[in-house]
């Protein structure tokens, strides 16, 4: 059983930066593919950005291509998410999971953890 702890969240201007982290309580984590997703009030949840199991694929949704940088430290257990040029529309609850390639890129994942909430304000 991996357990996902999200943390980098919290209150932010439009166009300033925040680094989001997702630690992981097993080694075995490195065995997954990793993806954060996020969830708008009112909204589905839907897939940010995704990273392979050796770092070596990446996937982004459109909407943050070219802001967002994900990218995995395997020996510490943790997956970062960079967000920079950040607008109000990004305001949501921020997700980590850990699953297949393909399954985190179909939104469905292994583990879960339980979101911390990112809010840029105009």
């Known amino acids: 059983q991996v357990q996902l702890v999200e943390s980098g969240g919290g209150l932010v201007q439009a166009g300033g930066s925040l680094r989001l982290s997702c630690a992981a309580s097993?080694?075995?984590?490195?065995?997954?593919?990793v993806g954060w997703f996020r969830q708008a009030p009112g909204k589905e949840r839907e897939i940010v950005t995704a990273i392979s199991l050796s770092g070596g694929n990446t996937y982004y949704a459109d909407s943050v291509k070219g802001r967002f940088t994900i990218s995995r430290d395997n020996a510490k257990n943790t997956v970062y998410l960079q967000m920079n040029s950040l607008k109000p529309e990004d305001t949501a609850v921020y997700y980590c999971?850990?699953?297949?390639?393909?399954?985190?890129?179909?939104?469905?994942?292994?583990?879960w953890g339980k979101g911390t909430l990112v809010t840029v304000s105009s």
């Open positions: 097993e080694r075995t984590f490195s065995n997954y593919a």
């Open positions: 999971a850990a699953g297949s390639w393909v399954g985190i890129k179909a939104t469905r994942a292994n583990y």
